[in-house]
């Protein structure tokens, strides 16, 4: 992909980065919700995090996790969130998949939360019996298949489904 | 449920040295009765199950944000994910992108948002920790937050300071040299935020602030105090006091 990344280019240009190994990077970023706010991404550029391969969605899970304690306690802070924006109309604003650790105060007065919207219990069998559905029949994650594919050198052709739907996702502004 | 009368002073007295003197297994035991999403991984309170293994459960939210809005529990009771051990964590993070796919092919989302909170201050309202999945759409407006441009000074001073605990945490020796010097007073000036599009204008920022403790009901959470933008902090964060929310 040709398409500037912002996180790629803190990686080119050393900005911000607390650490790095051969498959992942930790920043503060300079461009955030509140000062202090981390975010850790593959060092390898994927849009989604379907795209990820499950070790390394697992890896930056976990460092997230660490550096997260960092971030209590080197800002005392009293809370934090840990936020994957996964498409354009999650508020994604970088095409770099990230999980990002925003430090919390009590009085900061964000708007991390939601109205709740009371369902009616009809209405929440009909959303789980068709996600049980779902479920059954999604398909193999796309990301292994990919990893197995190159591995043995042999493309499979993607699905013209898959292709639309990870297009009206990765569209960026 | 029968309606229990107040307790008396000496009750409550009584009932706080008892809870002081708990351990810290015995304080986690009777979280976990009190937490309704162990009583909901039990059965004893149903649930619209989604997904299911040893270590997860998956249900829908019956306060969703929006229709599909899906929550991730592991079956044993942690608070935060500092608490979490990694091979349950690495599986929930698994998890998580399969429903996140789930909810872009079941559901046509055009986006999902994947969400923990930590901590009262963070918003977290259940005693058990959740992986919100969310399923979206454009416009929807859902969890709309404001990025702006952190200052350069404010952010390698944020930069030092998290970078040098996490050296610390992982075992590195290494030490980044903050930038400014620590005097606690002058901080507050320092911390600024300049907003992208206007002219530079500082703007003071509710810095993260240490409270000595959090056993606050999340009904009071509510109440304003005022700020004191502490960037640095002096003392160090009890993850216990953050976890023991309902304590």
């Given at each position: 992909m040709t398409m500037k990344c912002d996180y790629c280019e803190l990686i080119e240009e050393n900005r911000g980065l607390i650490y790095q190994d051969d498959t992942i990077v930790i920043a503060v970023k300079?461009?955030?919700?509140?000062?202090g706010q981390v975010t850790v991404f593959p060092?390898?550029?994927?849009?989604?995090?379907?795209?990820?391969p499950d070790a390394i969605v697992v890896q930056c899970a976990l460092m997230a996790n660490k550096v997260g304690v960092a971030v209590f306690e080197a800002l005392g802070c009293q809370g934090t969130n840990v936020i994957i924006k996964n498409g354009l109309s999650a508020?994604?604003?970088?095409?770099h998949c990230a999980l990002e650790i925003i430090p919390r105060a009590e009085?900061?007065?964000?708007?991390?939360r939601w109205e709740p919207q009371p369902v009616p219990e009809d209405e929440l069998e009909v959303t789980a019996s068709l996600l049980r559905e779902e479920l059954a029949n999604l398909p193999p994650d796309s990301a292994k298949e990919k990893e197995l594919t190159k591995n043995k050198e042999k493309p499979i052709p993607e699905k013209p489904a898959d292709n639309y739907l990870l297009k009206s996702i990765r569209r960026m502004p | 449920m029968p309606e229990q009368a107040p307790l008396t002073a000496e009750q409550k007295k009584v009932l706080q040295e008892k809870l002081q003197n708990l351990s810290p297994e015995e304080l986690k035991q009777l979280q976990q009765q009190q937490c309704i999403f162990c009583q909901i991984v039990s059965g004893k309170i149903p649930s619209k199950k989604i997904y299911e293994d040893e270590q997860a459960l998956v249900i829908l939210?019956?306060?969703?944000?929006?229709?599909?809005h899906l929550l991730l529990l592991p079956k044993?009771?942690?608070?935060?994910?500092?608490?979490?051990?990694e091979a349950i964590l690495s599986h929930l993070f698994t998890v998580s992108k399969r429903l996140s796919q789930l909810l872009l092919?079941?559901?046509?989302?055009?986006g999902t948002t994947i969400f923990i909170a930590n901590g009262l201050a963070a918003?977290?309202?259940?005693q058990h920790l959740l992986v919100h999945i969310i399923p979206r759409k454009e416009a929807?407006?859902?969890?709309e937050v404001e990025e702006k441009v952190v200052d350069e000074e404010t952010r390698t001073t944020f930069q030092a300071s998290i970078e040098n605990r996490f050296n610390e945490l992982i075992g590195l020796k290494k030490q980044v040299v903050p930038?400014?010097?620590?005097k606690p007073e002058s901080k507050m000036g320092k911390s600024k935020v300049v907003a992208?599009?206007?002219?530079p204008r500082p703007k003071p920022v509710p810095a993260p602030v240490k409270v000595?403790?959090?056993?606050?009901t999340p009904a009071s959470s509510g109440k304003k105090k005022s700020a004191v933008p502490k960037?640095?902090?002096?003392e160090k964060v009890s993850l216990d006091d953050i976890a023991s929310l309902f304590k």
């Amino acid at each position: 992909m040709t398409m500037k990344c912002d996180y790629c280019e803190l990686i080119e240009e050393n900005r911000g980065l607390i650490y790095q190994d051969d498959t992942i990077v930790i920043a503060v970023k300079d461009i955030a919700v509140v000062p202090g706010q981390v975010t850790v991404f593959p060092k390898k550029h994927y849009t989604i995090i379907e795209q990820i391969p499950d070790a390394i969605v697992v890896q930056c899970a976990l460092m997230a996790n660490k550096v997260g304690v960092a971030v209590f306690e080197a800002l005392g802070c009293q809370g934090t969130n840990v936020i994957i924006k996964n498409g354009l109309s999650a508020g994604q604003t970088v095409p770099h998949c990230a999980l990002e650790i925003i430090p919390r105060a009590e009085n900061d007065n964000l708007p991390l939360r939601w109205e709740p919207q009371p369902v009616p219990e009809d209405e929440l069998e009909v959303t789980a019996s068709l996600l049980r559905e779902e479920l059954a029949n999604l398909p193999p994650d796309s990301a292994k298949e990919k990893e197995l594919t190159k591995n043995k050198e042999k493309p499979i052709p993607e699905k013209p489904a898959d292709n639309y739907l990870l297009k009206s996702i990765r569209r960026m502004p | 449920m029968p309606e229990q009368a107040p307790l008396t002073a000496e009750q409550k007295k009584v009932l706080q040295e008892k809870l002081q003197n708990l351990s810290p297994e015995e304080l986690k035991q009777l979280q976990q009765q009190q937490c309704i999403f162990c009583q909901i991984v039990s059965g004893k309170i149903p649930s619209k199950k989604i997904y299911e293994d040893e270590q997860a459960l998956v249900i829908l939210d019956i306060n969703p944000a929006v229709k599909g809005h899906l929550l991730l529990l592991p079956k044993e009771h942690y608070a935060i994910m500092p608490q979490v051990p990694e091979a349950i964590l690495s599986h929930l993070f698994t998890v998580s992108k399969r429903l996140s796919q789930l909810l872009l092919r079941g559901l046509k989302a055009s986006g999902t948002t994947i969400f923990i909170a930590n901590g009262l201050a963070a918003g977290q309202r259940a005693q058990h920790l959740l992986v919100h999945i969310i399923p979206r759409k454009e416009a929807d407006h859902l969890l709309e937050v404001e990025e702006k441009v952190v200052d350069e000074e404010t952010r390698t001073t944020f930069q030092a300071s998290i970078e040098n605990r996490f050296n610390e945490l992982i075992g590195l020796k290494k030490q980044v040299v903050p930038v400014a010097e620590k005097k606690p007073e002058s901080k507050m000036g320092k911390s600024k935020v300049v907003a992208a599009e206007d002219s530079p204008r500082p703007k003071p920022v509710p810095a993260p602030v240490k409270v000595p403790s959090l056993s606050k009901t999340p009904a009071s959470s509510g109440k304003k105090k005022s700020a004191v933008p502490k960037p640095i902090a002096q003392e160090k964060v009890s993850l216990d006091d953050i976890a023991s929310l309902f304590k």
